[in-house]
């Protein structure tokens, strides 16, 4: 069963989602659930959002989507997407979540893909309520993830000059700069129809300076004891694999890494059997339905 919904964020922004039950939850029973974060300007409609949850719900989980401010359905300037904001909507998601009458105490895992992922390990490094995290082809250092994305160095002074032109531009009008997601994350042609309908192709260059600010692996340490699962893909077109090799180094115990070979980015979307099984083995060991 799915039931839209809307939760408030901070300042009153009223951010929508879509709460799925399993089939088999009984009237008054309750279950873990997980909250799974959609990526870089996409939205709950996102097939490694969509996927995930259906995923989930079958093995007896209760999930929740949404869309951060400013993406998809929700309010908020769209395709204003930083950083911090983000995990402050991921933080009221969890105010929301943890108060559903199907939910069992205070386990709630978080579960995401790149951006969200990013987001998802920097909440739960600075909120203890998420009692596991799942991150699929995430990152923890914005500024080495960029200068792997753009790495020739007529691409990182193209990227580093956009930062400043945006500076400057907002200093001098008091209005942001807009740029293409392409310049600011480049994704391959061939990879490029995973994008969600209503993803946001136009960002102020805010958004790049705060992803570029954005240190993950600074707090990610802070997670244990609660378990971390870290998946990358082993040749990853987008994110480079080391974010999540460094994000494993940062990790205490229990974290597990897995490197996947014959996948890419949207590894969550793919419906690859390795990966439903390396996630299903790492459920069930740390965060069961019945524990």
């Given at each position: ?96 979540f943890l108060n559903r009458s199907e939910i069992s105490g205070n386990r709630i895992g978080l579960m995401a893909s790149s951006f969200g992922a990013a987001v998802a390990i920097y909440t739960a490094g600075i909120d203890e309520r998420p009692a596991a995290v799942v991150s699929s082809v995430g990152w923890g250092n914005g500024e080495r993830k960029f200068r792997a994305q753009h790495a020739t160095s007529q ?137």
């Open positions: 069963m799915e039931e839209k919904i809307t939760f408030e964020s901070a300042g009153g922004l009223k951010l929508a989602g879509t709460v799925s039950i399993p089939d088999d939850l009984k009237r008054g029973e309750k279950r873990p659930g997980f909250i799974v974060l959609h990526g870089f300007g996409s939205n709950s409609s996102a097939g490694n959002t969509i996927q995930p949850c259906q995923m989930l719900n079958k093995w007896g989980y209760v999930t929740l989507r949404f869309d951060m401010r400013g993406c998809g359905d929700s309010e908020g300037e769209f395709g204003r997407v930083i950083c911090l904001e983000q995990v402050e909507d991921t933080q009221y998601a969890l105010d929301y691409d990182w002074k193209k990227f580093t000059d956009m930062l400043s032109a945006g500076a400057m531009h907002k200093r001098q009008t008091g209005k942001s700069l807009m740029v293409s997601r392409y310049d600011i994350v480049p994704i391959p042609n061939f990879l490029r129809t995973h994008l969600a309908k209503k993803s946001v192709m136009q960002f102020p260059v805010e958004t790049a300076q705060s992803m570029f600010d954005f240190n993950a692996e600074e707090v990610v340490g802070n997670i244990a004891p609660r378990p971390l699962l870290l998946l990358h893909a082993a040749r990853d077109s987008i994110c480079p694999t080391e974010q999540s090799i460094e994000l494993f180094k940062n990790a205490g115990e229990p974290t597990e890494l897995h490197l996947v070979s014959g996948v890419d980015h949207f590894l969550l979307a793919e419906g690859n059997a390795r990966v439903k099984h390396i996630v299903k083995d790492w459920v069930d060991r740390y965060f069961s339905i019945e524990k």
